[in-house]
């Protein structure tokens, strides 16, 4: 593999069941680590907090882009 995030997409397997879940499972880790998406899926991720006490519209839309972006590579790789 190059390295490359397009590369890295087309080499992502799809899980189709308990078969390929550990090498899904990795794969799919590492895709959305390289897309800086992966801790969207891992923890209890808030959007990040303005000294006014409240998200910046700035920071929710991206906490929100992010989160979609994690959700819709695990459906898209998921049959």
Excluded: C, F
Aim: glycine share 10%; net charge positive; proline share 4%.
């Amino acid at each position: 593999m190059s390295g490359n995030t397009g590369d890295m997409k087309k080499t992502t397997p799809v899980l189709t069941g308990a078969s390929n879940y550990l090498e899904w499972k990795s794969a799919m880790k590492s895709l959305l680590q390289v897309m800086g998406v992966w801790r969207y899926t891992h923890t209890q991720v808030t959007p990040v907090i303005a000294a006014t006490g409240g998200p910046t519209t700035k920071q929710q839309a991206t906490y929100e882009t992010n989160q979609g972006k994690a959700l819709g590579m695990i459906t898209y790789y998921t049959s």
